[in-house]
Structures are given as structure tokens and as C-alpha cells.
């Protein structure tokens, strides 16, 4: 089945403990990405990536790493997690046209920093 | 960069009337527009696109209108259903290997 996946769907944490959020996608996508999704403020792009080795910072980066070592995973990396990043977090992936083809998100992270 | 305006934030319709939900951008290179709808607990699903080289797209009840001149799109929902509750989200896009600006979500509710 095509599909995104997640890990851990839920997670709660106390502040300045790293942490991964883990994305991957089994369709062959090229472009792949993450969003952030709070109350009022609608979904906010915070990495995304054309191809393999390929990452740009979205509207909302800081605080947020990731990586794309392949092209099936996209891992969100929080060094030092604080209060602020309490928020629904969505992984996203799409065919070769990157963003302006369909974007197929995964199931979504929710993530609470203590 | 771009920006995405999205109105309103709440909409309210009874059962069988339209929704009319709106969204302007700024920046004129802009040319994908995907709306997205996202039910109570799920995740972000694409309904309706509209390029920049097409004035509006329909797919049953949904349709899409751009006007490039004024920077605004529409999202159309006729005869509204019960099953048509959910957050939509507009977006606009520029080059395919750029960002994906969202605006900020019209929570629907169709009234019985």
C-alpha cells in the first residue's frame, strides 16, 4: 500500500531532550517535507527536500533539523526541544514536480514539550 | 516571499446552500494552487488544484476559480453535505523545487 508513515505518533518530552521524528514514504517521491500545525495559524512548512541531499529551510525552520540520506526517509531532528515546538507535526511527500503536484501527508506526530 | 490570506476563518452554511471560502497571494510568480481538506483527526488531503494558465476547474460539487490579475482564488462548494465539515486549506506555490505556503484554514461547518 502507498502510504507515509510516522514515529512516534505521540510523544511527550521535557525540554532540551533531543528528539527524532521519523518520515518515510514507499512511493519513490521525490520531494518531501515538514509542516507544523497549531491553532490559528493553519499548517507552516518547517524543512523541505527536492532530492537526495537536498534540504531547504520553509517559513519556519528554527530549532528544526533534518536529513535525506535516502530518498524514502525524512527525519525530524529537535536538538534541543522547547516549550514553543508543542505543536501536530505532518510529514508530506510528492512525485517529481515537487511542490506543485499533490502533496500526500502521513498520519501526523503530535508532540507536547514539557 | 509569499504570503497566503485565507477568509474567512469560520464559515457556517446550512445543509444543501454553497460555501464560498477565498484566499489571496502575493507573489505574482505564484502558478500551482491545491486546496486541501482536513477532517476532525486526519490528515491534510488535496480536493481540488487549479495552474495558473486555467481560469477555473470543476470536479462535481467542487470548483475552483483564479483571477491572476487580482492575486485571488475560490473554492466552490455546491449543495453542501454533512460529510463537507472540515478545515480547508488554500496554498499557493512558485517553482516546483521552492516552498509551500498554506494559508491559515476555514473551519466549515455544514448546519442540519
Known amino acids: 500500500e502507498a502510504q507515509v508513515t510516522q514515529n512516534p505518533r505521540y510523544l511527550i518530552t521535557v525540554t532540551g531532550k533531543k528528539l527524532t521524528v521519523t518520515c518515510s514514504q514507499n512511493?519513490?517521491?521525490?520531494?518531501m517535507s515538514w509542516y507544523r500545525q497549531d491553532p490559528g495559524l493553519g499548517l507552516r512548512q518547517i524543512y523541505y527536500?527536492?532530492?537526495?541531499?537536498?534540504?531547504d529551510k520553509g517559513d519556519v525552520p528554527e530549532g528544526y533539523k533534518v536529513s535525506r540520506k535516502e530518498k524514502r526517509n525524512f527525519p525530524l531532528i529537535l536538538e534541543s526541544p522547547s516549550p514553543n515546538q508543542t505543536s501536530l507535526y505532518f510529514c508530506?511527500?510528492?512525485?517529481?514536480?515537487?511542490?506543485?503536484?499533490?502533496?500526500?501527508f502521513g498520519p501526523g506526530t503530535r508532540l507536547l514539550v514539557l | 516571499g509569499e504570503n497566503v490570506e485565507q477568509h474567512p476563518s469560520t464559515l457556517s452554511v446550512q445543509e444543501g446552500d454553497s460555501a464560498v471560502i477565498k484566499c489571496t497571494y502575493s507573489d505574482s510568480a505564484s502558478n500551482y494552487f491545491p486546496w486541501y481538506k482536513q477532517e476532525l483527526g486526519k490528515r491534510p488531503q488535496l480536493i481540488i488544484d487549479i495552474r495558473s494558465n486555467v481560469g477555473e476547474k470543476k470536479d462535481q460539487r467542487i470548483a475552483v476559480t483564479l483571477n491572476k490579475t487580482a492575486k485571488h482564488f475560490s473554492l466552490h462548494i455546491t449543495e453542501t453535505q454533512p460529510e463537507d465539515s472540515a478545515v480547508y486549506f488554500c496554498?499557493?506555490?512558485?517553482?516546483?523545487?521552492?516552498?509551500?505556503?498554506f494559508g491559515k484554514g476555514t473551519r466549515l461547518h455544514i448546519l442540519p
Open positions: 508530506a511527500s510528492s512525485l517529481s514536480a515537487g511542490n506543485q503536484e499533490t502533496q500526500y
Open positions: 527536500s527536492m532530492n537526495v541531499e537536498v534540504t
Open positions: 512511493m519513490n517521491h521525490e520531494y
Open positions: 496554498a499557493a506555490t512558485a517553482n516546483r523545487d521552492d516552498k509551500i505556503i
